[in-house]
């Protein structure tokens, strides 16, 4: 095989080019270095370090493990000499579910060591950590990642043969020239498709009608043909079709309808690692599945029309937090779901805890080339494909931004099939799919403030007031008044009222010996609303809703018992205690509170 020097050496000639994207290091935070793509021992390592050095803050624990026998490790931060985390309203936040998307676990990354370094310093953070939790699961896909970030290879989820376990016949991707990346190889062919671009003689551009075809090229991947005639340069599908993000239950559809579902819903381990740990914890009020690329978030809804949906979910507080999402971060909103060409996305992880569970949820792709280089945004599709005159602002930020070390110099090559070729272009791992490490600390930085924000939103129930009342022989009267503190309503969505997910506000009273007269001593006050949620009457004016409720209770208790204790629990805005004290002399005092 033949070495092949790049545009410029950064670090020294022993040095690939993908090593030089992904060797900055971040200098404000020592110890940590946001820019640095981990793989999964350095990972362990890390996550097992700050779960040890913060064990008031972090919790660390495995979900699944891969295929390949690798933990999907899921850390919680919350105060827990506080509250327990599951007595707290929870933000999910995952990546990486997408073995190439590995910006989206380093965004995941970055946003728990922001938190654990800032609490305790930071008023918002502390406050924010005492009351909320975060469950992050900062990379779904363990096995994919490492293929990603261990070899020239890239693949959709895991290395898991689906559908089968034959590889077709034809070009299959292969890095020839031993430099640690597949890019592309041009072969002269008059007939060919591909010419020099005249603004850049890197550059490759599709013939016009009426170019000369003396200096056309084919234009394929780095590779080896397999099985068929060496002129049959038709690439052959990845043997690794899976896309965990099309596993999840609502509206999954089989192939082909839906290509990468897999056999059945939650068929890999990864994530039905993730359902069970969402089914398990009914805090989790807002979901954040972290994605690249493309500079944008997708919204609700994803597997079908939003004509569906009879109710102003959308358009109420789910809207509102997306468009902070462009506020804060500079990028636009897509919706999932195509309304133009009716397409959409069966199995999604935020289609299904939308749909069967009335949590909001949303998919950031992190990374936007176009505005690294200062290209204009599209007007419409996000990936639409770039200009010459674009394709050539791209090397021209790829020189000044990275030195040169995004796109390797095409340069000859001996292949074993089909002769003399040129192999060059793109790196593409850390330039078009993720973020040059330089570029992460401000993505995590932005989304991380995107996240608090929707961690404030969530409902908190408190106890507003409690009066206790003696009624002679025994018998107390107890009122206890509880309030949503949060923006949001104790239900998050009207679709988890309509799918029979949204477990009302329940007060509970404990005491030794002590029980209830005509009633148990557990009651439910309803749903309540958050200051963020109202009526609207008269199209213009909204009143202030229902955030109250009071639950009453006469209750019998033993003249040993001098306390109870009240609680009040809402599946998704927490837990709160207080304890209510019968005083020596109830004719003078009757414990109000």
Known sequence: MQALAGRRSLHGADKRKEDVLTEDRDTQRPGFDPGRYLGYDDLTELLRAWAAAHPSLVSLASIARSAEGREVWLITVTDFDKAAATDNPAVYLDGNIHAGEVLGSAVCLYIVWDLISRFGHDEEVTDLLRTRAFYVCRRVSPDGAERYLTTPESLRSAPIPWPGDVLAKGLRPMDLDGNGVITHMRLLDPLGEWRVSDLDDRLMVRRRVGDPGGTAYRLVTEGV??????????????????????????????????????????????????????????????????????????????????????????????????????????APAVQSYDEASATGRHGSFIDWVYNQHGVYGWVPELWNLRDAAGLPAPSRDHFAELTEADEAALLRWNDEALDGAGFVDWSPFDHPQ????????????????????????????????????????????????????????????????????????????????????????????????????????????????????????????????????????????????????????SAKAGAVSRTVRLTEDPERDAGVS
């Open 225 to 330: 043909v397999e099985g068929n005639n060496a002129a049959d340069l038709a690439e052959v599908p990845s043997p690794y079709g899976l896309d965990f993000n099309r596993s999840f239950p609502h509206a999954w559809q089989p192939e082909p309808v839906q290509s990468g579902a897999g056999p059945y819903p939650l068929y890999p381990a990864e994530t039905r690692g993730v359902a069970d740990f969402f089914l398990a914890h009914p805090n989790i009020g807002a979901v954040v599945a972290f994605h690249t690329h493309g500079g944008f978030v997708y919204h609700l809804p994803s597997s079908g029309s939003a004509v569906q949906y009879r109710h102003n979910d959308r358009s109420g507080p789910y809207r509102m937090f997306t468009d902070a999402y462009t506020e804060i971060t500079g």
């Open 418 to 569: 089909l002769g003399a070729v040129e192999i060059g272009g793109w790196t593409r791992k850390f330039t078009h799919q993720n973020a040059p490490p330089r570029y992460v600390p401000e993505i995590a930085r932005r989304h991380a403030e995107w996240t608090h924000l929707l961690a404030r939103a969530l409902p908190e129930v408190a106890i507003e007031k409690t009066e206790i009342e003696p009624l002679g022989n025994g018998l107390w009267s107890l009122s206890v008044r509880a309030i949503n503190t949060g923006f949001l309503p104790t239900n998050l969505s009207v679709q988890a009222l309509e799918v029979g997910r949204a477990e009302e506000v329940a007060v509970s009273v404990e005491g030794e010996g002590v029980t209830a007269i005509g009633t148990r001593l557990r009651a439910t006050v309803g749903h309540l609303d958050g200051y963020g949620v109202g009526e609207r009457v008269l199209a213009r004016v909204e009143l202030s809703g229902r955030r109250r409720g009071t639950a009453r209770f006469v209750l019998r208790v033993p003249e040993s018992t001098r306390a109870l204790t009240v609680r009040v629990v």
